[in-house]
């Protein structure tokens, strides 16, 4: 077998975890006085993966629509990463948005991060990327984790944003609630988010 071949073959088959098999919909719904809300909808066909979302920040009169694709790349044990490749509209410009979602657990240990850099399309566009955030919990009982987050968010021509603070992680019916305490480290607005995350 060629190569490129064998790569894609083990790029489409669906060969993940149990969880990922059984509940291939998921839903990221996440907001917080000083940063926009996020919503993203996902559905998995095994490894490939479709996306569609927006993000909102109505104090500041922007949006973003994205919808793209990629591939989930997840051992048995759920360790891995998702990698997707998004079309944006913005206000300010069309965007080539590339996202990384990994997840690494390790006993009562994890740790689960969103990262993104942002390739404008167009002129007007601004190059951007962001790790927000980045979580590390320790599961005291099967339904609550105690943690922190930290998140850094880099916009070329501004200093970066770096925030960190404590996490609490509650364990929900198919998914979980996530509530940072973020307080600013450089160029960062303290800020409460609530987190959830849903997989069905």
Sequence with gaps: MKPWLALWCALVSPRLGPCQASHPWSVYLRDGGQSPLYTFAG?????P????????????????????????LFAASGNGTSLL??????????YL???????LTAG???????????IPVESRGVRQY??????????VHRWFALGGSYTVYK?????????????????????????????????????????????F
């Design 43 to 47: 559905y998995s066909f095994g490894r």
């Design 97 to 103: 948005e590339v996202y990384g979602l990994p997840t």
């Design 130 to 139: 962001f790790l927000d955030p980045v979580t590390v919990l320790c599961r």
């Design 155 to 199: 916009i070329a021509g501004l200093p970066a944003r770096h925030g960190a603070g404590p996490a609490v992680q509650i364990t929900l019916p198919s998914g979980s609630a996530t509530i940072d305490a973020l307080a600013g480290i450089s160029s960062f607005t303290d800020e409460l988010r609530l987190t959830l995350q849903f997989a």
């Design 85 to 94: 490749v998004l079309g944006s509209k913005a206000t300010d410009s069309w």
């Design 108 to 118: 009562r240990l994890s740790a689960t991060g969103f990262a993104g850099l942002y």
């Design 49 to 72: 993966v479709l996306m569609v979302g927006a993000i909102v920040d109505s104090p500041n009169d922007y949006a973003e629509y994205l919808a793209g694709a990629g591939v989930n």
